[in-house]
């Protein structure tokens, strides 16, 4: 019992009003528009702070409109020049009404290329627009991309912007039960059966070592354990024995952990990228969906130069198209990347296992 429950339980002569609580609930809507800046050449040597204005277009009831800086924003300072000098600028601006009118809003903007793709992507912070106060991209991108081929087509440029407003609803108050129902401790229970290894009936064999678990929750939870145990080939022995080939004992660790609780083990070792990708592949083996999820969230959200090809080669192996990819755009982010990356033992293992013409395909995106 908490604090408060302790302080308004102690007599019956203390009043106590019904507890409450309410909901925050935020909604969101997103729109796209693409700004052609046609004619670029004759724009390109306006003055410092000089803007090209887009047309108006609405988004979650609010109507905007973008500027755009081919000589970049008006710098009053010389350490603003110096950092930004080399840039375009672009600005995202709320249309005044005549009544009062705010937006709270998340902007992404980027160039779009000769194939219609969305490149050298910013995305903003959520932002309190007003009319007058603008969101402004200093450093939108480098003045010499605008006049290579892969952006410059028929002297002209596209600016896409994606606007995401966001509208917080919060609900009724209501009235609290007096008893509020526990948390769920199924997870919890289950952690400690395989912990204490109470009623355990099948042991798999990893690497030499030995793992007893129930196999009712293995069955339910991966269909190859299921087949395994109470398929058609499923052994007569009192005592079940499985034994598994081509898999390190600490993932089968892991594998079981998750199987279990339903989350990733807390350890140090269990978060290193290498444990995740080979946790991966035997999620996918045993055709434990939620923890393949998982380990491709945590691949996507840990790419480094070091791992980028390894990982390449397991999402394209076991049907990862996200975490492809999230590869792919790390890879070819800048010819600096990819020649770190070409550096890599992982790499020799890239170009070994995928085949040539999407490496072609892959290498051929690189930018500039």
Known sequence: MDLWRRLTNKGSSVPRQADTSSRCVTESVSGMHDFVVANYSRIRDLQEGDSVMSGTF?????DWFLCFYPRGAFWSTAFQREEYGSYVAA?????????PVM??????????DRHGAMKNITTSDAYNFTPGVSQKFHDFTHKSKL???RYLKDDCVTIRCVITVLTPRTE????????AAPLPELNGHLERMLRDGKGT???IEVGGQAFRAHSCVLAARSPVF?????????RKDTDERIRIEDMEPTVFESLLHFIYTDSLPGNGEGSSTAVTQHLLVAADRYGVEKLKHACDLKLRATLDVETVATTMVLAKQHHCPLLTDACITFMVSSRKVLADVAATEG?????????????????GKVSH
């Open 91 to 99: 600005s995202v601006h709320l249309l005044k009404k005549e009544a």
């Open 347 to 363: 790499f020799k293992h890239f170009t070994a296992s995928i085949p040539l013409q999407n490496q072609i395909e892959i290498l």
């Open 226 to 234: 299921d087949a395994e145990l109470f398929g058609p080939m499923k």
């Open 201 to 203: 009936d099948v042991t």
């Open 147 to 149: 006049t290579s081929r």
């Open 172 to 179: 009724a108050t209501r009235a609290v039960p007096a008893t």
């Open 58 to 62: 609405t988004v979650g009831g609010c």
């Open 103 to 112: 937006a709270t809003a998340r902007v992404t903007i980027g160039l779009v």
